[in-house]
């Protein structure tokens, strides 16, 4: 997420952001914005970015040679870009063609704004975000049997919200007892946007493929061991979405999850449940946000709830940073700072 400003004395004359992946840079944008009377002034001028200019061919040609050779003496950059291909590289060349470079301007707020990417470049894995939803007294379900439906607990604006929030992530994971209890469809449909990919793990290969998440609405790749590798993929219809890929499950499954995606150029996942895959990132101590919606139900509310429930994460009230309320329900939200 790139914007750029170019500014000469006190007047923006070009301003452009990165639309689109594959498209034309903030940078390039906004010198193109800059109308025929104002070019002049361009060597007067500061360009203004949030993130270092590119200095190499990728599916543009590089910025900071486009930035001096349009004649621009001064840029101010928010931060360095920690992609292995830039990191540095812009600044260097744009100081190399004379350019005045003022950098480290707003640095939390311009890691906040591309997060994402900052964990997946700097830490080989995709940003990943935990949601989950409880009652207020700990339980994110009930004892239940796959024929009785899951209860709501939260209304249908906190359900708008979690279609956003999905949208705005590269894929989203749930565990193999969410499918077969659940049978979930992961798209976006209370919100526009792109779909994210649906990733889930089976690893005696016992989900039956005509789940809703195994339908062509949108790309998912599902885990399984590679004992069962062969047989899932030949069930799998010619023209499925699915793809499949093999886990070691005796070993770290989060991070060959994690590993995989990254692998697949994922660079965010927001993991939705159930307890046992929420709890197995908590434990690796691999998650950049929380998000969790609190109920005002009681288990002893809920439809069945007095055979039971499964308890929710225990996650200490202290650790949030923000709470907000939604129609009766609390919004807690933890941000760590890895990406920094």
């Not at 952001?17 to 594959?22: M, Q, S």
């Not at 929030?165 to 894929?171: D, I, L, N």
């Amino acid at each position: 997420m790139v914007g750029s400003v170019i500014v000469c004395g006190d007047t923006v004359i070009g301003e452009g952001y990165h639309e689109a992946f594959g498209g034309p840079h903030a940078e390039v944008n906004a010198v193109a914005s800059v109308s025929e009377q104002n070019k002049k002034y361009l060597p007067m001028s500061t360009l203004y970015v949030n993130l270092e200019p590119c200095a190499h061919f990728g599916k543009t040609p590089p910025c900071s040679s486009m930035i001096a050779r349009m004649g621009i003496k001064r840029v101010v950059i928010g931060i360095r870009d920690p992609f292995d291909k830039v990191d540095g590289k812009g600044i260097e060349e744009l100081r190399g063609g004379g350019v005045e470079v003022v950098t480290n301007v707003l640095e939390h707020e311009c890691r906040h704004l591309n997060r994402r990417t900052a964990v997946y470049n700097s830490r080989r894995r995709p940003y990943v975000i935990l949601k989950w939803a409880q009652t207020m007294d700990g339980y994110i379900d009930t004892n239940r049997n796959i024929e009785q439906p899951a209860p709501w607990l939260t209304g249908e604006r906190c359900r708008r919200l979690v279609h956003k929030w999905r949208s705005q992530e590269g894929a989203v994971l749930v565990g193999t007892t969410t499918v077969h209890r659940d049978n979930p469809q992961l798209t976006v449909r209370a919100w526009n946007g792109p779909a994210p990919l649906r990733v889930t793990l089976d690893r005696q290969g016992i989900l039956p493929l005509t789940g809703k998440i195994f339908d062509n609405e949108a790309d998912t790749l599902l885990f399984t061991s590679q004992r069962n590798l062969a047989r899932v993929e030949s069930s799998l219809p010619a023209d499925s979405r699915t793809s499949c890929l093999a886990l070691d499950f005796s070993g770290d499954i989060v991070s060959q999850v994690l590993s995989a995606l990254y692998d697949r150029g994922v660079t965010s996942l927001i993991v939705e449940g159930g307890a046992a895959i929420l709890n197995s990132f908590i434990d690796a101590r691999c998650y950049d946000e929380m998000r969790v919606f609190i109920s005002p139900l009681v288990l002893s509310q809920l439809p069945l709830g007095y055979t039971g429930g499964i308890k929710a994460p225990q996650i200490p009230d202290s650790i949030f940073q923000r709470t907000s309320v939604i129609d009766g329900v609390l919004v807690k939200t933890l941000l760590t700072k890895y990406y920094e």
